[in-house]
């Protein structure tokens, strides 16, 4: 499959680029939210493959491009939002494709990352963007003021400052013009089950008041899972309303002062309607598959992290809310299928 | 306010019915479109009207049943998607990620229900799973209609025993624990339905918890459907653990409606076998429990199954049905320490019903049953609770109407001993029914010794119980006691003589207790039973005479001439009278002279004494000639003596025709036409023209006052007489006399001053066809009226 | 054709408990006609009980009978027939108001003596009647007499009298159907109901006057 990127309204390119995957055709294709909210296929890899395509030139009709380098370059970077815009490489793998010249036609430079290591996952959380692409560097000579007016419009401007951070630089400057064409692909790396997967038991309460005792079966649950469990009451002696079982997730960014901690409910699942009495219990049957859950993420290169919670909510008639979070963790089992 | 209330709660459900059509407006739209997310997603929002907890559990059923219906579009709807191709399972596991738990549930069943059917996984496991899941909803109304709902689908999908869901061995189990427990959750949730809300509301949410015990009941019927179910699975799962339940709620409501479930919905085979374990129950159930009306119900049923076969009876005797029950009555008495006295009767007259079915022959049981209910009783007195007298009533009647023989009735020690407790004016209903049942049954009592159990039963009938007690007793209603009791004593009869005399005897001494208000009605039938049993001892009363303490004519004379004397000091003289010259004319068959002179003095001295009524004199002198008439066994003497004092009394009666009538009629007693030492044709003549002398004198009035031609009747009343004893063969009665008689007549109607009377005229004509009819005869007869010239 | 059932000298409660189970299963309500009485039934339970055969009943005063208002004598005309009833143990005159009916029903000692059928003859002819129903002396009884009848029912419960011995249950159907009259007698004896017929005829030189 060919992708084309094109440079869109920034000025009129001097010719169309575009990069293809070897194995494109047989590649599985995810979806991949952009920056614009727009939902876009793209490859999925994992760690240690090798990623292999080509990259096409197609100089404009008649014209010449005299480049001062032709490169190609595998990211993995981070983005805070603080700080956005600042993008953290914790992978860069360059390759050059060609030296200095002049291009007339149309032109193939394959490329090839060979086992790469990519050991983060794509993420794209509320303060952070973990991203992989690959970036195609054509290095051009400026000869003629080439800033098209379009520049001056502030909705093309913020398009350009989100996407390609590099032309911007690049352009003010003012020196060479760098054509800059990049693919963005997703990682997912998979985990085997755990060997080891205890259940998570726990009896919590208010004395004299509330008693419970919950079990959920696993610590570890897959993307695709399903939490099984009881409830046990215990002890009830306030008018339960409802109770929830809610699935957050906290993500962590930065460190130290300039920590940001964010946390989402992505699921909030009604276990129960009523009040039970001393001896109820009542099941939990959570499927995970319609929430868009990642793996938990430890610590990503000491920039950010993602946990997993299961708050067990219980609601009185006053609408006061009791609850007991425990963490979960969340893994990619490799799809056998 | 509370109309207040109920307005809000029509706002409500009308607002809910609102929301729950829009939504399964866009839920059909989706269906058509073959959209299953859209269904999933308006079905669970259409359901999610059902997440309300305004609603009365009334309006909530209004709203659950247009969701049900709903439900079943949906249901078809799977059902094509899984044709379609749309994998049940994962149909299955969507509808859970719905987050509202309740929409959700039903969501599961209803898709549970196509995946039962589709047969992917056993039944079972789906209903296990199911069954499971529903625990989610602890809220009882909703958990209630919930829990109803799976019962609903799930119903024909049971793995029972020859049904299409049946998977292994022993899946029937599966299909029962099911059930067993959704009914177990779903009791919970009804018995719990009482502490929801405040307390002041607790009455109107006790009448609201009743009206969805059905919804409870429901699964013990799906249990007795199951084919499965066995008496081996019910006696050794379903019952027990059932019961469990039942016992471990601690809910009177529940209890009762339950236990009654049970019995109502079970075979009584069933009952039967496993009796022990339910009655076992009753014991341990809530103190306000009515238990006595399970008990009863369970009695009635099996009553009802007894009297279904005799075939069953044996089954019966074989669990020893009869103790078993006997034994819980006592044991639910005993712990149910608050338990009116009417529940206990109750208790008892099931039992009794019940015993009266399936062991007929056990008087024993019957008698140890109301022994039992007088011991609960002793010390009680008389009942004034209503109900508890009611009770006792129908107790006391069974017997009467299953034995139809109040000898049988009589054999009940304790019998009498109930019968105590009732008030008097029930006292009195009892005795009447006793007497009814007799009578009906045209029972007779035959010895003296039941006669005096049967008075001592009826007592209240036979004389005031209570002194003190003057109860204005209504007219009507104590005549109609007395002639009952006048009845019964029609059915006291031995053929023996002796026995018959002892019978009469009791009964005599009884009624004499009774007041001179009964005696009316209860001599005359004494009398006349006396009166017969003096005719069967005439033909036997020679080898009878002499002997001491044996029934002898004479003796029951002088008994019965007692009795009437009671009766006569009543006063009732008319009666008396009438019944003295009975006696009279049984004593003259008895050839008892001076006992049949005596009756007729005793009448007599009532005559002059007592009757002062002109019209009850005439009616009194015509019966006393008639009875005297057919007297012979008078010597001369006496009855000279007789016929002169009622000659007398005729010619003094008041009216000039009744002495008229009374004389003429005392001819006869000159002339006894199969008696021929009575035979004094002049005396007769006497009497005619005495007679005759009256009715010219009466005539003579009359038309002094009025002209009135209405006595001359009374000439042709007399003109028979005439012919009468002319043809009887009396001498003094001459042709010239009648001729002279006719003309007179004649004469007397063609007078002018005569307004003229049909029926003398019609009866003169007939008189005068009458001797035409004579002379044509011809023989002896018609010669003799030949010189009669009509 | 009408049908008259002739019943009486009942004697409830004082001689018999009530009319034989076979009787009463015979008589039922829509079948007769007519009823009379000649009286002694005794109580108003038994008067219920015959009205709820017939309404309209005819009833002649028998001396126990606790109902004063029932007359000494009574005569209607059914069909071709005059009929007079009279209980027999007395004899009054007839009064006037009883003269628009035609049947004469009697339980009279009077005409004394009882049961004479001369005496009851001579009532039949004051009364100017075809057919004297009277009882009284507990025997059922039916004889022509001078071109008319004379009836008896007996005792409907075998009631004991002092007249007659072993009286055995009886009662009266009378099938009156022009000038002609059947009498048919059920009599209970030995527990059986037996029927007896008899047929007369009216003679038109009567009925003509």
């Not at chain 2, 019915?17 to 939504?23: E, K």
């Not at chain 2, 799930?154 to 427990?181: N, W």
């Not at chain 2, 204005?472 to 029609?490: C, T, W, Y």
């Not at chain 3, 039934?41 to 009980?49: G, T």
């Amino acid at each position: 499959m060919l992708i084309r990127n094109f440079l869109i309204g920034a000025f009129k390119p001097p010719c169309n680029i575009s990069i293809s995957f070897a194995d494109a055709r047989t590649r599985k294709q995810v979806p991949l939210k952009k920056e614009n909210g727009q939902t876009i296929m793209v490859p999925l890899f994992q760690s240690q493959e090798n990623i292999v395509g080509e990259v096409l030139i197609e100089p404009q009709q008649g014209k010449k491009v005299e480049h001062t380098g032709v490169k190609i370059e595998l990211l993995g970077q981070i983005e805070l939002y603080f700080d956005r815009g600042n993008f953290y490489d914790f992978t860069s793998l360059v390759r050059e494709l060609d030296v200095p010249g002049d291009l007339y036609e149309r032109k193939t430079y394959p490329f090839e990352f060979s086992t790469v290591e990519m050991p983060y996952e794509s993420y794209n959380g509320v303060n952070v963007r973990l991203r992989w692409s690959i970036h195609f560097n054509l290095l051009i000579s400026v000869k003629s003021s080439f800033v098209s007016n379009d520049l001056k419009n502030n909705s093309v401007q913020t398009f350009i400052v989100l996407s390609l951070y590099i032309l911007k630089v690049t352009i003010s400057r003012n020196i060479v013009s760098n054509v800059v064409v990049y693919q963005d692909f997703v990682v997912r790396n998979y985990t085997p089950l755990p060997s080891i997967n205890n259940s998570i038991k726990m009896e919590v309460g208010i004395e004299d008041c509330l008693h419970i005792e919950f079990e959920y079966n696993k610590s570890k649950y897959h993307l695709k899972d399903v939490i099984i469990g009881k409830i046990y009451f215990l002890l009830v002696r306030i008018k339960i309303k409802n109770m929830e079982l809610e699935i957050r997730r906290r993500e962590s960014t930065g460190a130290g002062p300039n920590t940001y901690v964010e946390t989402e409910t992505l699921a909030k699942y009604e276990l129960m309607d009523g009040a039970p009495v001393r001896g109820e219990s009542i099941p939990v049957r959570l499927f995970f598959s319609p929430y868009e859950l990642t793996p938990t993420y430890r610590n990503i290169n000491n920039k950010f992290s993602v946990k997993y919670y299961l708050n067990l909510v219980l609601v009185d008639e006053e609408d006061r809310r009791y609850f007991k979070q425990q963490e979960i963790t969340v893994y990619r089992l490799l799809e056998t299928s | 306010m509370i109309s207040d209330g109920i307005e809000d709660e029509e706002k409500w459900l009308a607002a809910a019915i609102a929301g729950l059509q829009q939504n399964a407006f866009y839920m059909h739209r989706a269906l058509d479109s073959n959209n299953l997310r859209d269904a999933l997603k308006y079905s669970a929002q259409m359901l999610s009207e059902l997440r309300t907890s305004r609603l009365s559990p009334h309006k909530y059923y209004e709203l659950y049943m247009r969701a049900f219906d709903e439900l079943r579009k949906l249901e078809m709807f799977f059902k094509e998607e899984a044709r379609r191709g749309c994998s049940i399972i994962d149909l299955y596991e969507l509808v859970q990620h719905a987050g509202n738990i309740l929409p959700r549930l039903y969501l599961l069943c209803t898709v549970g229900s196509v995946y039962i059917k589709s047969k992917e996984a056993p039944a079972k496991d789906i209903l296990k799973d199911l069954v499971e899941m529903c625990r989610g909803i602890q809220h009882p109304v909703r958990g209630l209609f919930l829990r109803s709902y799976l019962s609903q689908i799930s119903r024909d999908k049971l793995p029972d025993i020859g049904s299409e869901y049946e998977g292994d061995a022993d899946t029937v189990m599966d299909a029962v624990e099911f059930v067993l427990q959704n009914f177990t959750e779903m009791n919970k949730l009804w018995v719990r339905m009482q502490y929801q809300g405040p307390s002041r509301e607790k009455e109107r949410r006790e009448k609201e918890r009743s009206e969805l015990r059905d919804l409870v009941g429901k699964n013990l019927h799906v249990l007795s459907q199951v084919e499965g179910v066995d008496l081996d699975m019910y006696r050794d799962t379903v019952l027990p653990r059932v019961l469990e339940q039942v016992v471990n709620c601690k809910d009177d409501l529940a209890q009762y409606y339950l236990m009654d479930c049970i019995i109502q919905v079970f075979p009584d085979e069933y009952h039967l076998q496993t009796l022990e374990t339910l009655l076992g129950a009753c014991p341990l159930l809530q103190p306000s429990v009515d238990i006595k009306t399970v008990l009863s119900r369970l009695m009635e049923r099996l009553s009802n199954y007894a009297a279904s076969s005799a075939e069953v009876l044996p089954e019966f005797l074989q669990v020893e049905a009869f103790a078993k029950l006997n034994n819980a009555i006592g044991k639910v008495i005993e712990a149910q320490v608050d338990m009116p006295i009417a529940g206990a009767v109750t208790l008892y007259s099931s039992l009794l019903t019940f015993t009266l079915h399936v062991h007929p022959d056990r008087l024993d049981y019957v008698d140890q049953i109301l022994g039992a209910c007088v011991k609960k009783l002793s010390g009680k007195g008389k009942l004034d609770d209503s109900k508890a007298t009611k009770q006792i009533v129908a107790l006391l009647s069974a017997p009467l109407e299953k034995y139809n023989d109040i000898e049988t009735v009589l054999k009940l020690s304790n019998y009498p001993c109930a019968m105590e407790h009732l008030d008097n004016g029930t006292n009195k209903v009892m005795a009447g029914v006793i007497i009814e049942s007799i009578m009906k049954n045209r029972t007779r009592i035959s010895t003296a010794d039941k006669v005096e159990a049967l008075f001592e039963l009826i007592k209240g009938l036979i004389k005031d119980l209570d002194v003190d007690l003057h109860d204005e007793v209504d007219e009507e209603d104590f005549k109609e006691e007395q002639n009952s009791v006048a009845r019964l004593i029609q059915m006291l009869y031995n053929d023996d003589p002796e026995e018959m005399l002892k019978i009469v005897c009791t009964v005599r001494k009884h009624i004499l207790a009774g007041g001179p208000k009964r005696l009316p009605f209860t001599v005359p039938p004494l009398i006349f039973n006396a009166l017969k049993l003096v005719r069967r001892l005439q033909g036997q009363e020679e080898n009878a005479a002499g002997k001491e303490g044996v029934a002898t004519p004479k003796k029951i004379f002088q008994l019965l001439n007692q009795t009437i004397e009671a009766l006569a000091i009543v006063p009732v003289p008319e009666l008396s009278l009438r019944l003295y010259l009975e006696c009279a004319e049984a004593a003259n068959d008895s050839d008892l002279e001076p006992v049949a002179y005596e009756f007729f003095t005793q009448a007599y001295i009532l005559y002059e004494e007592e009757i002062s009524d002109s019209r009850a004199q005439v009616t009194a002198i015509h019966l006393i000639i008639g009875t005297l008439q057919r007297m012979h066994v008078f010597g001369v003497e006496n009855r000279d003596t007789l016929t002169h004092k009622a000659t007398g009394y005729s010619a003094k009666l008041l009216k000039k025709p009744d002495q008229c009538r009374a004389v003429y009629a005392c001819s006869h007693l000159f002339w006894v036409d199969d008696n021929d030492n009575i035979k004094d044709g002049e005396r007769v003549l006497l009497c005619l023209k005495r007679a005759l002398r009256i009715a010219n004198a009466a005539q003579q009035m009359a038309t002094a006052a009025r002209g009135s031609s209405k006595l001359v009747v009374l000439f042709i009343e007399i003109l028979s007489k005439y012919l009468y004893f002319f043809e009887k063969g009396n001498s003094e009665i001459t042709v010239a006399a009648i001729q002279g008689l006719i003309e007179l007549i004649t004469t007397e109607m063609q007078s002018d001053n005569m307004t003229s009377d049909p029926a003398a005229d019609a009866f003169l004509a007939s008189t005068l066809r009458y001797i035409q009819f004579q002379k044509q005869k011809g023989g002896a007869m018609g010669e003799k009226y030949e010189p009669i010239k009509a | 054709m009408v049908l008259v059932l002739a019943i009486g000298d009942l004697h409830i409660p004082h001689r018999a408990p009530d009319l034989p189970p076979k009787f009463k299963s015979m008589l039922v309500p829509g079948k007769i006609q007519h009823i009379i009485c000649t009286g002694n039934l005794c109580i108003k339970e038994v008067h219920d009980y015959l009205k709820s055969l017939r309404p309209g009943l005819h009833i002649t005063r028998g001396e126990y009978d606790e109902d004063a208002r029932y007359p000494e004598t009574k005569t209607l005309t059914i069909g071709q027939f005059k009929l007079g009833l009279c209980h027999g143990h007395q004899y009054m005159p007839i009064r006037s108001h009883f003269q628009e009916c035609q049947t004469l029903l009697c339980e009279s000692h009077a005409p004394v003596p009882w049961g004479d059928l001369d005496s009851l003859a001579m009532l039949q002819r004051q009364l100017d009647v075809d057919i004297l129903v009277s009882g009284h002396t507990r025997q059922f009884k039916a004889y022509k007499h001078e071109g008319g009848v004379v009836i008896n029912p007996g005792s409907a419960t075998g009631a004991y009298s002092s007249i007659t011995y072993d009286v055995d249950p009886s009662f009266v159907l009378m099938d009156i159907d022009g000038l002609r009259v059947v009498v048919y007698v059920y009599e209970l004896i030995d527990g059986e109901v037996k029927v007896d017929k008899i047929d007369f005829k009216k003679m038109i030189a009567t009925a003509t006057q």
